[in-house]
């Protein structure tokens, strides 16, 4: 077993940990986090996608115990008690989601794509969205609440100068 700390969440973890655990069974199975989901195990789905230190991770293609001492945010970690991140709300206004099942790492992946920064336009959008498939075709909708996020994040930048 190897001891490593996380703090996912905001929340300091002291864990150990056999050495091939992936971050995405660290979560949902010995923490409860399910809002992160399992898809295809193998990186080309992006229903995993967490933030690590800020950037848009595929968790299950990362073993827990390589990211010791990171933080880790999940779709759980991203609403302030009951207010929603600015994405979450959007995505239900926007109904940006029909199963659900890739919802939480659809919205990782865009909160980590705002946040990049890369992402202006909506071809940009959909380009930085590629790596997170939605088989029920809501990529439109998800445009369109990744998009309407950076307006109005745009449009208080500018209020405030």
């Not at 979560?27 to 848009?56: F, S």
């Not at 880790?72 to 029909?98: M, R, W």
């Not at 109005?152 to 100068?161: F, G, K, M, N, P």
Request: glycine fraction near 10%; aromatic fraction near 4%.
């Amino acid at each position: 077993m190897v001891p490593i700390v996380l703090t996912i969440n905001g929340v300091r973890h002291e864990l150990s940990l056999a050495p091939w655990v992936t971050l995405l069974d660290l979560l949902r199975e010995r923490l409860g986090l399910t809002g992160t989901k399992k898809g295809c195990d193998q990186g080309q789905c992006g229903a995993c996608t967490v933030l690590i230190d800020g950037r848009r991770v595929n968790a299950c293609l990362v073993l827990a115990v390589a990211r010791d001492g990171a933080d880790i945010t999940t779709v759980e970690g991203l609403a302030t008690g009951d207010e929603l991140h600015p994405l979450q709300a959007a995505f239900i206004e926007h109904d940006a989601f029909q199963c659900g099942y890739c919802t939480p790492g659809q919205i990782c992946s865009g909160v980590g794509l705002m946040q990049e920064g890369h992402a202006h336009t909506r071809e940009e959008i959909r380009e930085q969205m590629s790596g997170n498939i939605c088989r029920c075709g809501a990529y439109t909708n998800i445009a369109d609440a990744i998009e309407d996020v950076i307006a109005r994040q745009s449009a208080s930048r500018e209020a405030a100068e």
